[in-house]
Structures are given as structure tokens and as C-alpha cells.
């Protein structure tokens, strides 16, 4: 095994999926944002929210493509870069990803397309299963990737037999606890990525004093949102916490930068990990709050990072750093969705122009926390591909040399960075153009053998109500 090859294949594979996840992030939220449009609109009648569905299907429509262009990869490097991990853990591995496509694909490739030619063509009830349908999907492909990634963690439900992990319990597998608070993180992550990236679009316009109905629609929706799912997201992650203190020791006294063992434990805030003294410098702690926290007792003993072999603890200054911006991004969203909110109620938000820009600059901390959350959880589980059994430096391919890594790596990073640099000015222009203006009626109608003309529909340059000021 070649030392530089095994670490540029996992600086490519932390690159692709951090690029990757990006998109089902958003994609997952935005299918629920485009449920939730859909059903008002047939309820009440309101143009206002058909206009912002056609709005949105154009900019989900390319943030999914982008999504599915970006996630192709992923298979073909477990072959190419990780061919020991796909040998061992292929028979409970490859049937999860199998389910997701059997299922998340089926029904996003399905009732997609309903979504983009088909609403002149079904019923309204249909169109809004449809619309149901994708969502379903994509919340899918979310749950079995989870349960993939889940295994890998806390692996359960398996023997070895032959030099492989065979599963032997599927139970066990698919409704492992690990899974029932990491797939929930997860999509209320994506939820929540939704609401602040509609709420920002929504506060933008207001700043620019256009499209204001829509505005409207789109700020308090998005911010009443994230401030009923931000505190139910604060309690989950603490359940999250919990499973890593039992079943990953290791990762938990790297995240709180524990060298030795303590009891009780204090909390550190704030310092600056130094693996050499096995020692944090500039630290600010509160005492006993550790214990409270890892295990909601005043007295606990919580283990520290000396007490594992060095060969087995995870580095520690990014699991630190990234878990308390993660956690710094959730309390900066909530104060922003509490706060839009109750002058939301008051009828005071729109004249609140700091708070306006404040929500509009905010749109890119959910990501940020989806990946230092990320981060948290896949280095902190170093030196482990499949935790406590299998070791990244193990699961390489064997043959790989430190060219061949090197040469995929650069053309990953020439492609994604092309592919995002065109589809990202691609959504900005929409945004830019902003929501379609005639009452909630698209220009014109998208023909199957264009599936683009979607997006190439140009929005009037004001909304359908600002054109009569």
C-alpha cells in the first residue's frame, strides 16, 4: 500500500462527497418546499404560489441534475480507489444501494418528469402526488444512504465469512438505533438548508424591491419553518451525541479535545488541540458541564484520548473546530428564524433592512454545517473505514499507485469545478430573473424532446401584482 496514494484517494473522496452532498442537501428540501407550494395552491387558489412553484421546479431541476451528475462517481471510485472495502463489505453494501435505486430512483425518475411536461396533461390531484412522489423519493435516497453510511459506523447485523462482511440479520441492519437519529440529523438538515436558502431568496428581493409578493411568501414561510425544525434538529443532534459517546468513544474525546481521563469532565469551548503535548493551549472550559453533557450525570468518568493506543485515536483538530462551527451555524439560524419570525408577527419585518441582510447572507450556513458535520463524523471515525473492524489503510487498493490517484484527483477537481461553476451562474441567473409573472401561468410549456425548455423560460422582469404599481 502506497502511502501517498491512500492519501490522495481520500482527499478525493472527502472532495466528491463534499461537492456531492451539496446538491441532495438542497434537492431534498426543495422537493417538500415544491409539495408544500403545490397543495396551497390547489387549496386556496392563490396565483402566488403557483408562480413559485414554477419558480422553483426550474431551479430544483437543475440543482437535481447537477446532484445525479456529481453522485456518478461515487460508485465507480469504490472500485477504482477503496477496491478492498468493496470486496469485504460488498454483500451488505450493495444490496443498500441497490434498495435506493429500486426505490428513491424509481420514483424521482418516475414522477419527475410528470413535474416538468405533465401538469397540462393529468389530473391536479395527480400532479400533486406526483410532486409528492419526488419528494418521497429523494427523503428515500436520503434513508438508504444513511443506512449505508450507518453500517459503516456502528456495524452491526454481519459475520465474516471468507474474508467478507455477510449480513445476517437485515433488521438489525435497516433499523438499527444508529440509524433512527442519524437519518432524521440528516434530513431536517436538508429541510432546514430548504427553508433558509427560500427565506434569503425571499429577503433578497425585498432588498432589491422587487417581486415583493412573492417576497413575502417566501420569507415568512421559510423562516416560521426553520423555527419550529431548528430546535427539534438541536434535540436530535443531541441524540446524535449520545450514540457516538457509547459506541465511538474515541471520536467523542476527540470532538471535545479529552486527552485524559476526567471526573468529573469539563466542557472545553474553546482552545487549540496540540497532538504533540497531548494537551490544549488557550483553553477556555466550564467545569463538571462535560459530564452533563456526555453523560447527564454531575459525577460521570468520561474517557480521554490517552486512553486509546495512539495508532487508534482520530486526529483532533477537526473533528474540534468542525463540530463547533456546525453547532455555531445551528444557533446563529435559529436566532435568525426566532427573531424573523416574531417580527414577522409584528408586522415589522419587512421595514428591518439589517435583519434582511442578515437572513439573506445566512443562505450558505446550513451547508456549512451539513458539511462540518460531515467532517465531525468521517474524520473523527479515523483510522476506521468500517469502525473497529476494517482500517482506511487496509480497504485501498492494493495496486494503486500515488500517479494514478493523482492524475483522477486532478480531473475530478477540473469537472466538478467546471460543472459548478456553469450550473451555479446557471441558478443565480434564475434567481436573478426572479419568479415567472403571469398569474401563475409558465410562458410557455415544456415539449419532452427539450427537457431543458424548462429552464429556459425567462421570467417577466416584475411580478404579476408589481406590475400594476
Known amino acids: 500500500m502506497d502511502p501517498t496514494a491512500l492519501l490522495l484517494s481520500r482527499l478525493q473522496f472527502a472532495f466528491t462527497i463534499s461537492f456531492h452532498i451539496i446538491f441532495p442537501a438542497f434537492t431534498i428540501g426543495l422537493a417538500a418546499w415544491l409539495t408544500v407550494l403545490e397543495a396551497m395552491h390547489q387549496y386556496s387558489g392563490r396565483p402566488v404560489y403557483r408562480t413559485l412553484f414554477e419558480f422553483w421546479l426550474k431551479i430544483f431541476g437543475v440543482a437535481f441534475g447537477m446532484g445525479v451528475v456529481s453522485g456518478v462517481v461515487m460508485a465507480f471510485q469504490f472500485g ?29 425518475a418516475g414522477f419527475f418528469g410528470i413535474l416538468i411536461f405533465g401538469r397540462p396533461r393529468v389530473p391536479a390531484w395527480f400532479y400533486l402526488f406526483s410532486t409528492a412522489m419526488v419528494a418521497l423519493g429523494t427523503t428515500l435516497s436520503a434513508f438508504w444512504i444513511m443506512v449505508n453510511n450507518s453500517w459503516m459506523q ?18 438489525q441492519i435497516i433499523f438499527n438505533r444508529v440509524v433512527w437519529v442519524r437519518f432524521p440529523h440528516m434530513l431536517l438538515a436538508s429541510y432546514l438548508t430548504g427553508a433558509f436558502c427560500v427565506a434569503a431568496t425571499g429577503a433578497w428581493y425585498l432588498l432589491r424591491r422587487t417581486y415583493r409578493a412573492e417576497a413575502h411568501v417566501m420569507l415568512r414561510m421559510g423562516l416560521a419553518l426553520a423555527a419550529v425544525l431548528l430546535p427539534v434538529q438541536l434535540f436530535i443532534g443531541h441524540l446524535v451525541g449520545d450514540y457516538v459517546h457509547d459506541y465511538q468513544p474515541a471520536k467523542f474525546a476527540a470532538i471535545e479535545a479529552r486527552w485524559h481521563d476526567e471526573q468529573p469532565a469539563s466542557e472545553v469551548l474553546i482552545a487549540i488541540p496540540d497532538s504533540t503535548t497531548e494537551s490544549n493551549r488557550y483553553a477556555l472550559s466550564i467545569p463538571v458541564l462535560g459530564s452533563i453533557i456526555g453523560s447527564m450525570s454531575l459525577t460521570s468518568k468520561e474517557v480521554g484520548l490517552t486512553s486509546f493506543a495512539p495508532q487508534d ?6 473533528p474540534f473546530f468542525a463540530f463547533r462551527i456546525m453547532v455555531g451555524c445551528g444557533f446563529v ?15 415589522r419585518l ?12 445566512s443562505f450558505p450556513l446550513p451547508w456549512i454545517a451539513i458539511l462540518t458535520g460531515w467532517y465531525t463524523a468521517e474524520v473523527g471515525r479515523q483510522p476506521w473505514t468500517v469502525y473497529g473492524v476494517l482500517r482506511t489503510a487496509d480497504a485501498v487498493t492494493p495496486s494503486l499507485t500515488a500517479a494514478a490517484a493523482t492524475a483522477s484527483l486532478i480531473l475530478f477537481v477540473a469537472v466538478y469545478a467546471f460543472i459548478f461553476s456553469f450550473g451555479t451562474y446557471y441558478i443565480y441567473r434564475l434567481l436573478r430573473a426572479g419568479p ?29 401584482l408589481e406590475a400594476g404599481e
Open 333 to 347: 439560524m435559529l436566532g435568525l428564524a426566532w427573531l424573523g419570525t416574531w417580527l414577522g408577527l409584528k408586522h
Open 154 to 171: 456502528v456495524p452491526t447485523g454481519y459475520v465474516l465469512q471468507n474474508g467478507q462482511f455477510v449480513p445476517d440479520d437485515w433488521a
Open 313 to 318: 485515536r482520530p486526529p483532533v483538530a477537526i
Open 350 to 361: 419587512e421595514r428591518s433592512r439589517l435583519l434582511l441582510w442578515g437572513i439573506f447572507l
Open 80 to 108: 477504482t480507489n477503496w477496491s478492498v472495502l468493496s470486496k469485504m463489505s460488498g454483500p451488505i453494501q450493495g444490496p443498500l444501494l441497490s434498495y435506493e435505486t429500486f426505490t428513491a430512483f424509481m420514483l424521482e
Open 436 to 464: 415567472a409573472g403571469l398569474g401563475g401561468k409558465p410562458l410557455h410549456v415544456p415539449v419532452p424532446n427539450r427537457p431543458m425548455s424548462l429552464a429556459d423560460q425567462v421570467p417577466a422582469s416584475h411580478s404579476y
